[in-house]
């Protein structure tokens, strides 16, 4: 017979108001609390194991279910297949499991209600659990936080690539001033005076000497 330690499946309760679950489905629920169960109605039944699980998904986000299994645990009956799909390995197990092992184990919960009074809903039972896949991982609500240490965690979602950067344009190199070298004055070429024609002495007949 599988028996849970005692000491570990205390949970804190959220004060708001749970919303009740009305509608035969299946949703993603998180374990949050693990009890050894003796009906007092039938105290000759075997003993079992309740299963409290807490809807994350919307639109019962909060809403409570439980559901009941034998404490006896032998490979392929109905404990086993839901420590199966709350990620225990079953093949490792002695006679005694912690709670604190699937306390916030996340996993699918197909509920069925019980008939109540006046036509109104019953108590949400769960009737089978099944393991989560990467995909119904989005179905959890976003206002849902996990609190508990050592448990599934969420599928991510792929890492995009970065954005390829543009190059940054280099700037230009600043060439250092050169010195600005005087400017030389422009001399004005002065004018060619034309020179006047070379004219010989004129000799007259006074002048030659005998």
Do not use: C
């Amino acid at each position: 017979m599988l028996k849970f330690k005692k000491g570990e499946a205390k949970q804190q309760f959220n004060n708001s108001p749970a919303p009740r679950i009305t509608k035969n489905d299946t949703y993603v629920a998180e374990v949050v609390k693990i009890e050894s169960f003796q009906s007092e109605s039938h105290p000759d039944w075997a003993p079992s194991i309740k299963f409290i699980f807490r809807v994350i998904e919307e639109p019962f986000f909060g809403g409570f279910a439980s559901g009941l299994t034998v404490a006896e645990w032998n490979k392929g009956n109905k404990l086993d297949n839901w420590l199966i799909a709350l990620g225990v390995e079953t093949a490792d197990i002695g006679a005694e499991l912690s709670s604190e092992q699937l306390r916030g184990q996340i996993a699918k919960i197909k509920v069925e209600l019980s008939a109540g009074r006046d036509g109104q809903p019953g108590f949400a039972n769960v009737k089978g659990l099944e393991k989560m896949h990467p995909v119904d991982f989005q179905r959890i609500s976003p206002n849902y936080k996990r609190h508990v240490k050592g448990t599934q965690a969420p599928a991510k979602a792929p890492a995009q690539a970065p954005a390829p950067v543009a190059p940054v344009a280099q700037p230009a190199p600043v060439l250092a001033p050169q010195p600005i070298q005087p400017v030389q004055p422009q001399v004005a070429p002065q004018p060619v005076q034309p020179q006047a024609p070379y004219t010989p002495p004129q000799i007259t007949g006074d002048d030659v000497p005998f």
